[in-house]
């Protein structure tokens, strides 16, 4: 048996050990299943024996990365060791975290079975990759002043599991797989916009239970109107799932080439809007004119006097004024009418929070840990304000350093300032699709660091945490095409 005949049997091996394990895992899960959770685990497991015996490599890799993508918004999962807590409640096994193990096992399995000389199989930009490391290192840190160190733990698995996710977005191996992921981003969008439209003017859900729907929120702005929840499962969230996504629509609409996919992401940027707007999310709405107008000026800056571009920039303008004036009315309501103190009670509950920032500023109270000692460690009273002791600091920033201290808010700001402006110092190298790429996720990014001032954050939910990891892991994936086209265009010189 040759070297390479040797690789190939060592790695079908390894691919049937671990086919076997997860086959293992999922049995003895299953037996505590409902019915039809069980049911449907086993047509699963039966469609993807069919899909391995027929599928190529290639086939099973764009399978893997599309319902990774589709897996962030529709998030079927299973929570282990699960308790009712207002912060990371268990250990989240999913559709988006399986895809991605997938993709590992498929990578290493082709690059095993390449014949010859084999360049390394991961490759990384060190700060997108380091950024949240540190953090994850803070996490570990602040175990040293937290109540309850199993919380702690919880958040720190699930910052393993982004970490994965973010890393095997990084390498995507080319061109033709970033852009299916960041399609699948777009179906994605289009469906939560379609689920919360129908939620919007009929005030009942679909049904949609088992992905993470919940019942329509409605709220009086002078009249009572339905605040949609897709399947995110709360309305400020789901806009964080928006503002994150519409920027890169966008982008893309002006970067792609081909005129079919210019007009469905153009399409599925005009649908973000309609779908940010039924949120009633005020802190959604107001990131807009920054994040897009950060998309135009990058994307649009060298070809202002092109005719091409003023079309694009007066039909883009003619959709957004219909999309306001069809909305007018309700926006209107929603920026004049009473909160009823929703404004007014976070200014407390940030008062609070830094009073407890005062008490442990180094390494904080613990990851995980605010919402457990809030009310027993505010100093100042604001933490008893509005609904109960379960409300939670309006203000990430002030959450992150209230868990994790002074080290740990550095890290974490670290996180944000890679992930919003590592691609900047290239964007002029770039070419057009790359720049698309980098500036939407860049410009999606400060949308969340602006909004998450005065709101919990993306870290409330697995489906935006998985949304900003994997919009992470798309900076990296572009920032490595480059480098390595870069490489491979010296070594032909």
Same mark, same amino acid.
């Given at each position: 048996?040759?070297?390479?005949?040797?690789?190939?049997?060592?790695?079908?091996?390894?691919?049937?050990?671990?086919?076997?394990?997860?086959?293992?895992?999922?049995?003895?899960?299953?037996?505590?299943?409902?019915?039809?959770?069980?049911?449907?685990?086993?047509?699963?497991?039966?469609?993807?024996?069919?899909?391995?015996?027929?599928?190529?490599?290639?086939?099973?890799?764009n399978l893997a990365i599309i319902f990774l993508a589709l897996g962030i918004p529709f998030n079927l999962d299973y929570n282990l060791l699960y308790r009712e807590y207002i912060g990371v409640t268990s250990v989240d096994i999913g559709v988006s975290f399986l895809c991605a193990l997938a993709l590992y096992v498929l990578f290493f399995y082709h690059h095993a079975t390449l014949p010859g000389r084999r360049e390394p199989l991961f490759h990384s930009s060190r700060?997108?990759?380091?950024?949240?490391?540190?953090?994850?290192?803070?996490?570990?840190?602040?175990?040293?002043?937290?109540?309850?160190?199993?919380?702690?733990? #919880?958040? !720190? /698995?699930?910052? %393993?599991? @982004?970490?994965?996710? +973010?890393?095997?977005?990084?390498? $995507?191996?080319?061109?033709?797989?970033?852009?299916?992921?960041?399609?699948?981003?777009?179906?994605?969008?289009?469906?939560?916009?379609?689920?919360?439209?129908?939620?919007?003017?009929?005030?009942?859900?679909?049904?949609?239970?088992?992905?993470?729907?919940?019942?329509?929120?409605?709220?009086?702005?002078?009249?009572?109107?339905?605040?949609?929840?897709?399947?995110?499962?709360?309305?400020?969230?789901?806009?964080?799932?928006?503002?994150?996504?519409?920027?890169?629509?966008?982008?893309?609409?002006?970067?792609?080439?081909?005129?079919?996919?210019?007009?469905?992401?153009?399409?599925?940027?005009?649908?973000?809007?309609?779908?940010?707007?039924?949120?009633?999310?005020?802190?959604?709405?107001?990131?807009?004119?920054?994040? #897009?107008? !950060? /998309?135009?000026? %990058?994307? @649009?800056?060298?070809? +202002?006097?092109?005719?091409?571009? $003023?079309?694009?920039?007066?039909?883009?303008?003619?959709?957004?004024?219909?999309?306001?004036?069809?909305?007018?009315?309700?926006?209107?309501?929603?920026?004049?009418?009473?909160?009823?103190?929703?404004?007014?009670?976070?200014?407390?509950?940030?008062?609070?929070?830094?009073?407890?920032?005062?008490?442990?500023?180094?390494?904080?109270?613990?990851?995980?840990?605010?919402?457990?000692?809030?009310?027993?460690?505010?100093?100042?009273?604001?933490?008893?304000?509005?609904r109960t002791a379960k409300i939670i600091v309006h203000n990430m920033y002030l959450g992150v350093w209230a868990e994790v201290g002074t080290v740990g808010l550095i890290a974490f700001l670290g996180i944000f300032a890679v992930a919003i402006f590592a691609p900047f110092g290239l964007l002029s190298k770039l070419e057009r699709w790359q720049r698309g790429v980098a500036i939407g996720v860049s410009a999606g990014l400060a949308a969340q660091f602006i909004h998450?001032?005065?709101?919990?954050?993306?870290?409330?939910?697995?489906?935006?945490?998985?949304?900003?990891?994997?919009?992470?892991?798309?900076?990296?994936?572009?920032?490595?095409?480059?480098?390595?086209?870069?490489?491979?265009?010296?070594?032909?010189?």
């Open positions: 048996m040759n070297h390479t005949q040797s690789h190939g049997a060592n790695s079908q091996i390894f691919l049937g050990l671990f086919l076997g394990l997860g086959a293992c895992i999922t049995a003895v899960l299953a037996a505590g299943f409902e019915i039809k959770l069980a049911i449907a685990v086993i047509l699963g497991l039966a469609f993807l024996v069919v899909v391995l015996h027929f599928s190529t490599y290639r086939h099973l890799v700060a997108i990759l380091w950024a949240p490391l540190f953090y994850m290192v803070a996490g570990v840190l602040s175990i040293y002043n937290a109540v309850s160190r199993e919380l702690v733990i #919880l958040e !720190l /698995v699930r910052l %393993v599991t @982004l970490f994965l996710i +973010l890393f095997i977005v990084m390498n $995507l191996q080319n061109r033709q797989q970033v852009s299916l992921f960041v399609f699948s981003l777009s179906v994605g969008l289009v469906l939560e916009t379609l689920i919360a439209l129908y939620q919007y003017y009929t005030g009942q859900s679909l049904g949609l239970d088992v992905f993470g729907e919940k019942a329509t929120i409605f709220q009086n702005i002078g009249s009572r109107v339905s605040r949609t929840t897709g399947t995110i499962g709360h309305s400020n969230i789901l806009a964080y799932y928006f503002e994150m996504l519409i920027p890169l629509m966008l982008s893309m609409s002006l970067a792609e080439e081909k005129g079919r996919l210019k007009l469905w992401y153009f399409m599925a940027f005009g649908l973000g809007l309609v779908g940010i707007l039924t949120t009633l999310s005020r802190g959604g709405w107001m990131t807009l004119p920054i994040s #897009l107008g !950060l /998309v135009l000026v %990058v994307m @649009l800056r060298r070809r +202002l006097a092109e005719r091409k571009t $003023l079309v694009t920039l007066f039909v883009a303008s003619m959709a957004f004024a219909v999309t306001i004036s069809f909305m007018y009315p309700t926006i209107e309501r929603r920026l004049i009418h009473d909160d009823y103190g929703s404004a007014r009670s976070r200014i407390p509950l940030d008062k609070a929070a830094f009073s407890i920032v005062k008490q442990y500023p180094v390494f904080g109270v613990g990851l995980n840990n605010f919402a457990k000692i809030f009310q027993t460690y505010d100093q100042t009273g604001g933490s008893s304000v509005g998450a001032m005065g709101d919990p954050g993306y870290r409330l939910l697995m489906n935006t945490s998985m949304l900003f990891y994997s919009l992470m892991g798309l900076t990296g994936a572009v920032l490595i095409m480059y480098k390595r086209g870069n490489h491979i265009a010296k070594d032909t010189m």
